[in-house]
């Protein structure tokens, strides 16, 4: 496994070692030790999730202001456009974003740490994505910053997949702007 950095401290494209023949492939999806090695972090997940969205569905941008998730993120089955925008007030890249495209042929990960906004749109007809989580999902502390705050500037891939506009849940129709979000020290 490697580890590449982005333009946000912390938030690292992860790229498994792949083996492949003419029967498939094999890959460590996680190994705690090659994680550390690559990451210089020791993390606990608490949690895995799968979830399954078709076409143009975007989920984000989500996170939790107590019980904050570090995820690491991929994609089984399909291609998402999967974004971290940094909310650390304190940080020199408070409110910038990266992006990569996270697909079952690729096999990255995206290693988002606590601190940030998280979200994803699908790019094929469905994708499998599935992440694991430092902390506990809290309905209670999760707050959800709009997908297209103009302040951001999210460049979401959406007209190159031919998707006109994103589907989206109620909570996120309603995410509000960065800056009447709250948001870590």
Known sequence: MRALSTAIEGVLILEPKVFGDARGFFMESYNRRAFTEVTGLDVDFVQDNHSRSRKGVLRGLHYQIRQPQGKLVR?????????????????????????????????????????????FVVLSETADFMYKTTDYYAPEHERSIAWNDPSIGIEWPLAAHGIDAPQLSEKDRVGQLLAQSEVFA
């Open 75 to 119: 994609v089984t089955s399909g291609a998402v456009f999967d974004v971290a925008v940094d909310i650390r007030r304190t940080s020199p890249t408070f409110g910038r974003w990266v992006g990569v495209e996270l697909t079952a042929e690729n096999h990255r990960q995206l290693w988002v740490p606590a601190g940030m906004a998280h979200g």
